[in-house]
């Protein structure tokens, strides 16, 4: 005998959930690692990388049945690039505080005016077109003909930027030079 239709579309969409909670249980540490490079955000303290990928998987999950053999790992991970990349060029602030505000709470300006503080994550120095690039080039592995793909850029512009970033990296910051205890003072 077989079973109603409503049993077989409730037992689909179980097998359906808990594929996906597999997908999710395996794959989200390390998309919200890389959205937390993205944003640019401490790794304890990062709303704007979670949110992203919230975005990223929810969509995800509603096209899961489209997939069709297709990687959920590598759509997650093209949705992540594109949500980043479309919502980059805002510059994320607490409403109400202008840039004197923030470099009075000892923070500095980096060479594309965005101000940073000791608190901001590692990739804070960077663009965010070279955060995406060097993320998607040297974290996630993408090729430079798929990454070029992904953010409609020519290859050697990619190739370009991603060297451009990565030597940016390799300059470590100037920091102020260490206090003298009240002590050691002339």
């Known amino acids: 005998m077989q079973q109603p239709a409503h049993q077989r579309t409730a037992a689909r969409e179980r097998s ?39 975005a990223a998987l929810s969509l995800t999950y509603a096209r899961w049945d489209r997939l069709r053999g ?16 479309h919502s980059a060029w805002r510059h994320h602030r607490p409403l109400g505080t202008g840039r004197a505000h923030w470099l009075n709470r000892a923070g500095r300006v980096n060479r594309v005016g965005r101000v940073t503080r000791p608190g901001d994550g590692v990739l804070a120095r960077l663009t965010p077109q070279e955060r995406l690039i060097l ?52």
């Open 70 to 85: 297709e990687d959920p790992y590598d759509r997650t991970r093209q949705e992540l690039a594109s949500r980043f990349a």
């Open 135 to 186: 993320v998607l080039r040297l974290y996630e592995g993408v090729a430079e003909e798929q990454t070029a793909a992904l953010v409609g850029l020519p290859e050697e512009r990619v190739r370009a930027i991603c060297a451009r970033a990565t030597a940016a990296m390799h300059r470590t910051p100037r920091r102020p030079a260490p206090r003298l205890p009240e002590a050691a003072k002339p």
């Open 16 to 54: 359906r959930a808990q594929e996906f909670e597999a997908f999710v249980a395996g794959a989200a540490g390390r998309l919200l690692h890389a959205a937390t490079l993205l944003t640019a955000e401490p790794v304890d303290d990062n709303p704007r990388a979670r949110r992203l990928l919230l």
